[in-house]
């Protein structure tokens, strides 16, 4: 199959790339520089250089790839994380995830694009109610953090705008916390020089359940109806319990506990959501249908070998 993935060179398309490649198929890679077309070859694909979020130019590249399926894996996480000010934070991803998707969709279209796989995520967008591991059936968020309300919105539209394309077959897959090369928790990720600098604390009872997912893991190419799909690993945590772990795997000391009231002055409140309140995800209807297994059944045995 001829695949285009937007956002080639990004953690999860240098992961991709390779994979898809050994798997037979004839990958095509988006990437808005020029200078980064050498590493797109070196991942087993070939390379077109656009800016996805010009209408004209996607159009172009879409159109000069033709391919079957697109994988649209845009994001722009590098750097450290400002989780206080978080929709600023997330505002160019939330672009990638609006504007972006509405241009590879229509390019798409035009083109005659049978399948379309989307990143989203799974954890703090679930409704803060109810048990402490959501499926894909559970409602999202009837009232978001005030902080996160922009980024929602633009999760929000990402999944409705892929499931909703009734002339494709449009797979939404909804990731939880990515560790892994490339990635913050990867050998030299910021999250990882934060819990060595005890800068990672467990914010109140952190009774914040995380799902968690290697970053070099493939899915819904081939197989799969269209709908949404959660994909994370067996084994959903607390803070309190995989924060100290993962501390505990670098060689790092274990971490802080603050008090809920000092974590809101300090980190805000996207961190209190995420730290306390956030929900884990199911990944049954993934196994079920896509044929899909983890790389690792939980980030316990893939906590350690990253640190190895």
Same mark, same amino acid.
Do not use: C
């Given at each position: 199959?001829?695949?285009?993935?937007?956002?080639?060179?990004?953690?999860?398309?240098?992961?991709?790339?390779?994979?898809?490649?050994?798997?037979?198929?004839?990958?095509?890679?988006?990437?808005?520089?020029?200078?980064?077309?050498?590493?797109?070859?070196?991942?087993?694909?070939?390379?077109?250089?656009?800016?996805?979020?010009?209408?004209?130019?996607?159009?172009?590249?879409?159109?000069?790839?033709?391919?079957?399926?697109?994988?649209?894996?845009?994001?722009?996480?590098?750097?450290?994380?400002?989780?206080?000010?978080?929709?600023?934070?997330?505002?160019?991803?939330?672009?990638?995830?609006?504007?972006?998707?509405?241009?590879?969709?229509?390019? $798409?279209?035009?083109? +005659? !694009?049978?399948? %379309? #796989?989307?990143?989203?995520? =799974?954890?703090?967008?679930?409704?803060?109610?109810? *048990?402490?591991?959501?499926?894909?059936?559970?409602?999202?968020?009837?009232?978001?953090?005030?902080?996160?309300?922009?980024?929602?919105?633009?999760?929000?539209?990402?999944?409705?705008?892929?499931?909703?394309?009734?002339?494709?077959?449009?797979?939404?897959?909804?990731?939880?916390?990515?560790?892994?090369?490339?990635?913050?928790?990867?050998?030299?990720?910021?999250?990882?020089?934060?819990?060595?600098?005890?800068?990672?604390?467990?914010? $109140?009872?952190?009774? +914040? !359940?995380?799902? %968690? #997912?290697?970053?070099?893991? =493939?899915?819904?190419?081939?197989?799969?109806?269209? *709908?949404?799909?959660?994909?994370?690993?067996?084994?959903?945590?607390?803070?309190?319990?995989?924060?100290?772990?993962?501390?505990?795997?670098?060689?790092?000391?274990?971490?802080?506990?603050?008090?809920?009231?000092?974590?809101?002055?300090?980190?805000?409140?996207?961190?209190?959501?995420?730290?306390?309140?956030?929900?884990?995800?199911?990944?049954?209807?993934?196994?079920?249908?896509?044929?899909?297994?983890?790389?690792?059944?939980?980030?316990?045995?893939?906590?350690?070998?990253?640190?190895?």
């Amino acid at each position: 199959m001829k695949v285009l993935v937007a956002g080639a060179t990004g953690a999860m398309g240098k992961q991709l790339l390779p994979l898809l490649a050994a798997q037979g198929h004839d990958v095509v890679g988006i990437t808005r520089s020029r200078e980064k077309l050498d590493v797109v070859h070196e991942l087993g694909a070939r390379g077109i250089v656009a800016d996805v979020l010009d209408p004209d130019q996607v159009a172009r590249a879409v159109a000069e790839a033709e391919p079957e399926a697109i994988l649209h894996e845009l994001t722009a996480l590098s750097g450290d994380l400002d989780i206080r000010h978080f929709d600023r934070t997330f505002a160019v991803t939330n672009r990638l995830r609006t504007e972006a998707t509405d241009h590879l969709l229509a390019a $798409g279209r035009a083109t +005659g !694009v049978r399948r %379309f #796989i989307a990143q989203s995520f =799974a954890g703090w967008p679930f409704a803060r109610t109810g *048990g402490p591991v959501k499926s894909e059936d559970d409602p999202l968020d009837p009232e978001p953090a005030g902080a996160m309300r922009e980024s929602f919105d633009a999760i929000r539209h990402l999944e409705d705008a892929v499931t909703g394309a009734d002339w494709l077959a449009g797979l939404v897959l909804r990731y939880g916390g990515f560790y892994g090369p490339g990635t913050g928790l990867g050998p030299d990720g910021d999250q990882v020089e934060m819990l060595r600098e005890r800068k990672f604390p467990v914010v $109140g009872d952190g009774a +914040g !359940v995380w799902s %968690f #997912i290697h970053i070099a893991t =493939a899915a819904a190419v081939t197989r799969g109806r269209a *709908g949404i799909y959660n994909i994370v690993d067996d084994d959903p945590a607390p803070v309190a319990e995989w924060l100290p772990a993962a501390a505990s795997a670098v060689g790092a000391p274990p971490p802080r506990h603050v008090p809920r009231w000092l974590g809101r002055i300090v980190a805000g409140e996207a961190a209190m959501v995420m730290m306390t309140e956030m929900r884990g995800a199911s990944n049954e209807k993934a196994k079920r249908e896509l044929g899909w297994q983890p790389r690792h059944a939980s980030w316990r045995e893939g906590f350690a070998q990253v640190a190895a």
